[in-house]
């Protein structure tokens, strides 16, 4: 794999939206910065916390409105993905980076704030998402039988040495199976019952409460559409598509240092292919431009807002910097950073554009690993 030459053809591909306006916005929505751009606005962390919490309450008054004012059914294909979106935001980025102390200066204020927000979405408590994913999925554990997101992947049956033919109608039924979602479901509210800490079973008791007399007072069937629906099977769908791509999931090889394993398992999910050539003709220009603009409607733009919101898009950026606060600039922070090695002659980022082709070559990665020895009673969770 020649990391150089990939650098290159990402920057191409990058550079080729110059000849498009807004590129400010096209840097957001490719997850990919202009080389050499260095002024750039410093986002605060606040930004996302907002940003996050008004597309959830947007989607959900949005769909609530569709469906007790007799609105056009199609409006809620925007409503409902505003509310998976900004519930996705919330667990993925504002979360995940709490559990880091990396929105808030005080420890105490970003604990407060997960505790609140992973009730309301009813995912893993702080304590014990900050144990697995700060001291284990961050640490030693990655690329080990003990990193629960390997250990969830390989149980949901990805595993290494499958075809990746086989690998991919897997995980096409997960998506679609009952199975699938009550057990993930049922994890989600277990942990918030049943092995958390008196005060979030408390928090959670109260939260259920308020969510029955929500559904009376909306009716069961818009509480359904609007808010059980998409905050329960089209969350987990986006989870799962989200997890399966974040990292090759693959051991870690014997000599490998740990810091090593995070580098070489872990890439960029750009959205995004180059433009169309200028110099095609009228007709092929034209076929050229339909495709590209229902490619970015259809995929790219679907998959930044369900599956690499915020910094996710540039999350290999992230588990080589940690807790860095400056995570709401990951993408400006990551290309200075690709900038920096290149000009020194080395190159260890690994871009690839296209949510598909990450899902493709991760599961080509799984596919060609050595079978482990035994992924029975692996300790697994889904958030």
Aim: contains cysteine; proline residues 4%.
């Amino acid at each position: 794999m020649n990391l150089k030459h990939d650098s290159y053809i990402s920057a191409c591909t990058r550079e080729s939206y110059r000849r498009l306006p807004f590129q400010r916005f096209w840097s957001w929505f490719t997850g990919k910065e202009l080389a050499g751009v260095t002024s750039t606005r410093s986002i605060s962390t606040l930004e996302p916390v907002v940003c996050s919490l008004a597309l959830l309450l947007a989607g959900v008054c949005g769909s609530v409105l569709v469906l007790s004012c007799s609105l056009h059914i199609g409006w809620l294909v925007v409503t409902i993905t505003s509310t998976v979106s900004g519930a996705r935001y919330i667990v993925a980025t504002i979360i995940h980076h709490g559990v880091h102390h990396a929105v808030f200066r005080s420890r105490r204020a970003n604990q407060i704030m997960c505790e609140i927000l992973s009730t309301v979405l009813i995912v893993q408590p702080f304590d014990s998402y900050r144990k697995f994913h700060v001291h284990e999925h961050h640490g030693r554990a990655f690329s080990t039988m003990d990193d629960q997101d390997l250990a969830a992947i390989y149980t949901l049956g990805l595993t290494p040495g499958t075809p990746v033919a086989t690998l991919k109608l897997r995980l096409a039924w997960q998506c679609i199976s009952p199975l699938f979602h009550v057990r993930f479901l049922w994890g989600r509210v277990k942990c918030n019952l049943l092995s958390a800490p008196a005060y979030r079973v408390a928090m959670t008791v109260v939260w259920f409460a308020a969510l029955i007399a929500l559904a009376n007072a909306l009716s069961w069937p818009v509480f359904a559409v609007s808010i059980a629906l998409p905050l329960t099977t089209l969350y987990q769908i986006c989870s799962l598509l989200h997890l399966i791509t974040e990292h090759a999931w693959v051991l870690r090889v014997a000599g490998q240092s740990v810091r090593d394993s995070h580098i070489d398992n872990s890439h960029a999910r750009f959205c995004g292919r180059m433009l169309p050539s200028p110099q095609l003709t009228a007709a092929a220009s034209l076929y050229a431009w339909t495709t590209w603009t229902l490619e970015h409607l259809l995929i790219h733009l679907p998959a930044r807002l369900l599956i690499v919101q915020g910094s996710l898009i540039a999350h290999d950026w992230h588990h080589r910097s940690g807790a860095d606060r400056r995570w709401p600039n990951a993408i400006q922070q990551r290309e200075a950073d690709v900038q920096k090695e290149l000009a020194n002659g080395a190159c260890t980022y690994r871009d690839i554009w296209g949510v598909h082709h990450a899902l493709h070559e991760v599961l080509q990665r799984i596919s060609d690993a050595p079978a482990p020895e035994a992924t029975e009673r692996l300790r697994y969770r889904l958030n």
